[in-house]
């Protein structure tokens, strides 16, 4: 049983496709659950302001367009898996810090950090100097606090429209 499971990893790692591990899919499948349209729309929209905007560094948008010229330049699947749990991860920080306790949406971005802790976990094998360059570098860029001369301001419901797009791209197929 086990040389059978060797040998799809060793056809999958030929073909450029990495297989997420169960982990990955099981947080993923319940970040999915979390993301619905209806829950972003309240929690997101509704409950803030008309046209509240977040300031979030640059680095820390990322859309499918991103992902698609990642993939073009050859980025591996776990490497682009490893950049959006980072920049996900960051944007629901971003999301929560201007956010008091008792605000309605408070919970529910706990919930989703909870989420993407027991994620870290999976991705803390991972060290930056096992990914590409370009990846590696994204990352530094969003954990550094002097970056913030490229910010721009987006609105929280479009952070998490983009954290839902760009996961369905890289965890549809391998989960």
């Known amino acids: 049983m086990q040389q059978g499971y060797a040998a799809v ?27 619905q349209y209806e829950m972003r729309l309240q929690y997101m929209k509704h409950y803030f302001p008309i046209d509240y905007t977040v300031r979030v560094q640059y680095e820390e948008v ?8 990642l993939r073009n330049g050859t980025v ?3 490497a682009l898996r490893y950049l959006w749990f980072h920049v996900s991860s960051q944007a629901v920080l971003r999301i929560r810090e201007v ?8 919970k529910y971005t706990q919930e989703l950090c909870q989420l ?3 994620l ?6 991972y060290r930056q100097t096992d990914v590409e360059a370009v990846v ?17 301001a987006v609105r929280p419901k479009a952070l998490l429209d983009n954290c839902l797009k760009v996961m369905r791209m890289l965890y549809g197929v391998p989960c």
């Open 9 to 35: 990893l060793c056809v999958l790692a030929v073909l450029g496709l990495e297989a997420a591990a169960p982990g990955e899919c099981e947080l993923t499948r319940l970040l999915q659950d979390k993301l």
């Open 76 to 78: 591996s699947e776990a």
């Open 99 to 106: 956010l008091p306790e008792k605000h309605p949406s408070w």
């Open 116 to 118: 993407f802790d027991a």
């Open 136 to 152: 590696a570098d994204l990352v530094k860029l969003i954990h550094s606090a002097g970056a913030e001369g490229r910010s721009k």
């Open 62 to 69: 990322l859309r499918p367009s991103n992902i698609t010229r």
């Open 120 to 125: 870290g976990e999976e991705y803390s094998k």
